[in-house]
């Protein structure tokens, strides 16, 4: 917990969220329960 105002914006800090989470979302294997189905299907 900060115990002061800390030196980050709240625009500067929603920034970086976004981008990481673009760099994990984009490295990270996802086979949903929507790709299994449509996977069936296409067999």
Same mark, same amino acid.
């Given at each position: 917990? @900060?115990?002061? &105002?800390? !030196?980050? /914006? &709240? @625009?500067?800090a929603?920034? &970086?969220? =976004?981008?990481?989470? %673009?760099? #994990?979302? *984009?490295?990270? &294997? =996802?086979? /949903?329960d #929507?790709d *299994?189905?449509? !996977? %069936?299907?296409?067999?």
């Open positions: 917990m @900060l115990t002061n &105002k800390g !030196h980050i /914006s &709240k @625009l500067q929603d920034k &970086k969220a =976004v981008t990481e989470y %673009k760099e #994990f979302n *984009r490295t990270q &294997k =996802v086979f /949903s #929507f *299994r189905i449509i !996977h %069936k299907q296409n067999e």
